[in-house]
């Protein structure tokens, strides 16, 4: 009961933050259009326009959040979890999409950068809508990362992505209007597009590693072959220790060589306590554990006790 109060408490929150990061992201992005209203700033511009990916991503983030958490059913055995990894590629396609968009306005405003209005004004003004965002960005990472959850890491990273690229605008805007280089303005904004454009390239590349099933990271598989071997006290060897994620879940699957005759419920009683002992270290978990007479052993005997092959 504690632990479903807990999973629950979890999902609640996750999903609370993913609505908030669609208001968050509306005032944002109505503060960065204010901006370049004021001063006319192509690179102001392409922070602005790179905001309404914010927006559609933070939408996106909360849908997929939402399914994400639905329980698993007859279509879908292995629940929903994959869901959010969705989320987070289509967030990367739209950075692609708004990068290719300020480059345009980059081409259009490149001979002739325009003068620029009000511009300490409009550079104060972005400036809250940064600060704003940072708070927020740590806030998703934080959370997302604890609860394992793909979209909103994706949505804080590309939030602090936005962060680092109005700070650099802000910097180079204040060079611009001091120095009356205002080449410095499209100049900002094409380096606006390209650090977007990396930045999605990197969200769309970890979300295929999730679903692409790819394997827990090299100490996490330590701990867990820590926790089997020390659950394992009856058992022979384990071996072939596969593992996988999806979304905050973590699949974990492997093989448990038993004496040949040991009865089926005392070699339930040894899978009962390992699986126990994983569900207690590591957050919705997924076991399954195929157990194999000693024939099938992979190292000799008496080699360790309950070793890995």
């Not at 629950?8 to 990061?21: D, G, P, Y």
């Not at 102001?44 to 959040?65: K, Q, R």
Request: proline share 4%; net charge negative.
């Amino acid at each position: 009961m504690i632990a479903a109060d807990a999973k629950s408490s979890a999902k609640r929150k996750v999903a609370s933050l993913a609505f908030w990061s669609i208001i968050i992201a509306f005032v944002v992005m109505g503060l960065k259009f204010v901006a370049w209203r004021m001063t006319g700033s192509v690179a102001l511009y392409s922070d602005a326009l790179e905001s309404i990916v914010n927006v559609i991503a933070a939408s996106a983030a909360f849908w997929a959040i939402r399914v994400s958490h639905k329980p698993a059913d007859p279509e879908h055995p292995f629940g929903h979890h994959k869901a959010e990894y969705f989320s987070a590629v289509l967030e990367g396609v739209l950075i692609g999409v708004a990068a290719v968009l300020i480059m345009m306005e980059v081409a259009r405003h490149w001979a002739s950068p325009p003068a620029l209005d009000q511009p300490w004004n409009g550079l104060v003004v972005n400036a809250v809508a940064a600060a704003i965002n940072a708070v927020w960005a740590l806030l998703l990472i934080r959370v997302g990362t604890n609860e394992k959850s793909p979209a909103l890491v994706a949505d804080g990273r590309h939030i602090m992505a936005d962060v680092v690229t109005s700070v650099g605008v802000i910097a180079g805007l204040i060079g611009a209007v001091t120095t009356g280089w205002h080449v410095l303005d499209p100049l900002l904004a094409l380096l606006v597009a390209l650090n977007i454009l990396w930045e999605g390239w990197k969200v769309v590349s970890s979300s295929v590693d999730g679903l692409m099933d790819r394997a827990v990271e090299p100490d996490e598989t330590i701990r867990i072959r820590d926790i089997i071997s020390s659950n394992a006290q009856g058992a022979i060897e384990v071996h072939d220790l596969k593992t996988r994620m999806a979304g905050r879940a973590t699949f974990i699957e492997f093989h448990l060589v038993v004496q040949s005759d040991m009865s089926v419920a005392e070699s339930h009683v040894i899978c009962d306590r390992i699986e126990g002992a994983l569900k207690k270290e590591i957050p919705s978990v997924r076991v399954i554990i195929h157990v194999e007479p000693d024939d099938e052993a992979k190292l000799p005997k008496g080699t360790a006790s309950v070793p890995f092959a």
